[in-house]
C-alpha cells in the first residue's frame, strides 16, 4: 500500500531508510486529501448550518464565506497569470538595457 519495504542501510554515523521518502511522500498526501475533505464538508454544510440562526448572523456569516471564496478565486487567478507576467517583465526589462 505504502510502496516498498523499508530497507535500512547503515552509512557513516548514521543510518538511511530507502524508501521512506516515498512512505512520507504517501502519508502527506493521504493527510492533505482528509484535510480538503474536512474543509470542503464543513463549508458545504455552512449554508445548511446557518439557516438554524438568526437572520442577522446569517447573512454575516454567509457574506464573510462568499468574500472568502471570491478572494480565493481571484488569488487562484492571479497566481496562474505569474508566470506569464514574469516572462513579459523579462523581456520588457531585457529590452530596455539593450536599448
Not at 475533505?37 to 438568526?54: C, E, F, N, Q
Not at 454575516?60 to 506569464?84: I, K, Q, R
Amino acid at each position: 500500500m505504502f510502496g516498498e519495504a523499508l530497507d535500512v542501510d547503515v552509512e557513516g554515523e548514521g543510518f538511511v531508510l530507502e524508501g521512506a521518502d516515498d512512505l512520507r511522500t504517501n502519508l502527506n498526501s493521504w493527510l492533505a486529501q482528509i484535510i480538503i475533505l474536512v474543509i470542503t464538508a464543513v463549508s458545504g454544510a455552512l449554508p445548511h448550518r446557518a439557516s438554524k440562526i438568526d437572520a442577522h448572523w446569517k447573512w454575516f456569516v454567509l457574506s464573510m464565506a462568499n468574500c472568502f471564496s471570491g478572494g480565493v478565486f481571484l488569488a487562484a487567478a492571479f497566481f496562474h497569470t505569474l508566470p506569464e507576467a514574469n516572462e513579459v517583465f523579462q523581456e520588457v526589462c531585457y529590452l530596455s538595457v539593450a536599448l
